[in-house]
């Protein structure tokens, strides 16, 4: 008989999602479901919350028919950088405005990368910048100040 091969990485994510999913399974049947029909508010919870569970259990089978390559250590710097642009945004969005918060924000994400240099990050956000407000602000017609309050004198 073979040995069990086993990816731990992937049997590590397939088990949290397996947890999760079953802990929002039992969330979800604390409200009322209703029918397909006509759903109650804990119908479309149950629903992503087995589509969660299976999603994990599909991870952590094929978990076992692979060989795990060894952890490498956690990317702190990206981590840092990825988790502080999005506070920045939020805090920034309704005194500076849409422009100036994405621009400060996809600056910040952008040194996520140990390769990035000061400035590829900053033509990396003035395009991001653009993008952004060309599709949400012009395309979409999406209702926000470009520029807040802190910028008008």
């Known amino acids: 008989m073979k040995p069990l091969s086993l990816d731990r990485t992937n049997a590590l994510c397939g088990i949290l999602f397996i947890v999760l ?3 929002f399974v039992a969330q979800s049947l604390s409200l009322e479901l209703g029918t397909t029909f006509r759903m109650g508010p ?3 919870p149950l629903v992503l919350a087995l589509f969660l569970t299976s999603l994990g259990l599909v991870i952590f089978v094929q978990a076992t028919r692979s060989k795990s390559d060894p952890i490498e250590p956690l990317a702190w710097r990206g981590m ?3 988790l502080v642009s999005p506070i ?9 405005g849409f422009v ?5 924000s996809a600056f910040i994400a952008a040194f996520a990368s140990q390769r990035m240099k000061v400035g590829w990050a900053f033509v990396l956000a003035i395009g991001i910048t653009i993008f952004s407000v060309a599709v949400f602000s012009y395309a979409l017609g999406l209702p926000f100040e470009r520029f807040g309050p802190w910028l008008r004198f």
């Open 80 to 82: 840092f950088f990825i």
């Open 21 to 23: 999913g079953l802990f």
């Open 42 to 44: 804990g119908y479309f």
């Open 100 to 104: 100036p918060s994405l621009f400060i």
């Open 88 to 96: 920045v945004f939020g805090l920034t969005v309704r005194g500076l």
